[in-house]
């Protein structure tokens, strides 16, 4: 195991009914909160105004901006730092899905400066960007089980003008509290809960696959997490007011990206920068993409660390494996989560997506000019160079 730092200094509120604490959580945080969402959902369904009713209770100013779309864009990400600095805001709320929260974050640096957020945002090799000194305080109420936004101190931030999409990273994006409340989650269409549920799997399978260092303790965390939530992605998909399937993936999401899976392991996120290069030119959600990736990478990889596989295959999907060559126990653990992807109507393709004529070309330079760094390569037990991203990419059509 690597040596590594674990520090986590967001309070997690959460259960069943938390959302009611929202008011007298963000009164110790300031008296005027720019309150970040979507356009509509929140609205539709009444949170919104749940929301704004408990935090105009404790006496709090409310400012709203309900302009984050799917993908948030520099553009908005500016214009809601500005909107903040207007109105004098002292703290930011995120309340939606992984979007609102990282627009939420990226806001909350915007507030601070004079400069567009994507000077804040590494996206390229070559490019310089300035560090994150100082952000407002960060509240997020997450509504959908899936990015971990609500754990982590990044953000993913998409410039539509070059269509790239990169993170904004920095221990001021931590949030001071988070309320994970799973009955906000009920009212999430099957689609939506399943892409999330696979953004799930996916934060925590890159580095059990990647890793650079055993850890073994982090791989029966990782290989809990990933079972934990297909079983209750099932259960929600028969039951979707399940509150305790609903809660088991409200915890997993937070659980996924806080750091304690994958400390000491090393190793990379090749997944997330691909599909981030996919949904940087066509704006589909994060979690379709990701399921579009992960078949071919399985397939791509598998055999480059075959005990790995095999382990999955054994401990997730408890397939016996006992006697069989280790490249054969592999194989089966490709083809069960293809076959699980399948039965919870999540097996994607580019055509599946409706993209006829996918920039295969494209997108691999997008990836490795922003997540290659100097080495040219994403880190994966078999290197990913361009050329190995564009065969990925066509594994997908």
């Known amino acids: 195991m690597h040596n590594f730092e674990f520090i986590l200094p967001t309070k997690i509120v959460f259960g069943v009914g938390e959302i009611n604490r929202v008011g007298k959580e963000a009164e110790k945080l300031g008296r005027r909160p720019l309150l970040v969402t979507g356009k509509t959902s929140m609205q539709r369904l009444g949170i919104l105004d749940k929301v704004t009713s408990l935090l105009n209770k404790e006496g709090l100013e409310v400012v709203l901006y309900d302009k984050i779309e799917p993908n948030p864009r520099v553009t908005t990400v500016d214009e809601g730092g500005e909107l903040a600095k207007s109105k004098k805001c002292d703290f930011v709320i995120g309340l939606g899905g992984g979007s609102p929260m990282d627009a939420a974050k990226a806001i909350a640096v915007r507030a601070c400066v004079d400069d567009t957020i994507w000077n804040y945002i590494y996206h390229g090799q070559g490019e310089t960007f300035r560090e994150v000194e100082r952000a407002l305080p960060i509240m997020t109420l997450p509504t959908i089980a899936a990015t971990g936004s609500e754990a982590d101190p990044g953000g993913v931030i998409t410039n539509w003008d070059t269509h790239e999409k990169a993170v904004i990273f920095s221990p001021h994006l931590f949030p001071r509290v988070s309320i994970v409340d799973p009955e906000l989650t009920v009212s999430v269409s099957p689609e939506i809960?399943?892409?999330g549920a696979v953004d799930i799997i996916c934060h925590v399978i890159e580095s059990y696959f990647t890793a650079t260092s055993p850890a073994p303790l982090q791989d029966r965390l990782s290989e809990g997490i990933i079972k934990t939530v297909m079983d209750s992605l099932e259960r929600v998909l028969s039951d979707p007011e399940s509150l305790e399937a609903r809660s088991n993936l409200s915890?997993?999401?937070?659980?996924?990206?806080?750091?304690?899976?994958?400390?000491?392991?090393?190793g990379g996120m090749p997944m997330?920068?691909?599909?981030?290069?996919?949904?940087?030119?066509?704006?589909?959600?994060?979690?379709?993409g990701l399921a579009l990736i992960l078949p071919p990478i399985m397939d791509y990889t598998h055999e480059h660390r075959p005990e790995k596989y095999a382990q999955l295959a054994k401990n997730v999907f408890e397939i016996d494996t006992i006697g069989l060559p280790i490249i054969e126990g592999a194989k089966l653990g490709v083809k069960a989560m293809r076959d699980w992807l399948k039965s919870v109507e999540m097996y994607t393709t580019f055509s599946s997506l409706g993209i006829t004529s996918p920039k295969y070309e494209q997108m691999a330079e997008d990836t490795i000019r922003v997540y290659g760094g100097d080495r040219g390569f994403l880190v994966n037990p078999r290197k990913l160079h361009r050329e190995d991203i564009i065969n990925l990419l066509k594994m997908a059509e």
């Open 193 to 195: 809960t399943s892409d």
């Open 251 to 266: 915890w997993c999401s937070s659980l996924a990206l806080s750091g304690l899976i994958n400390s000491g392991r090393g």
């Open 272 to 288: 997330h920068a691909i599909e981030h290069a996919i949904s940087g030119h066509y704006d589909i959600s994060h979690g379709r």
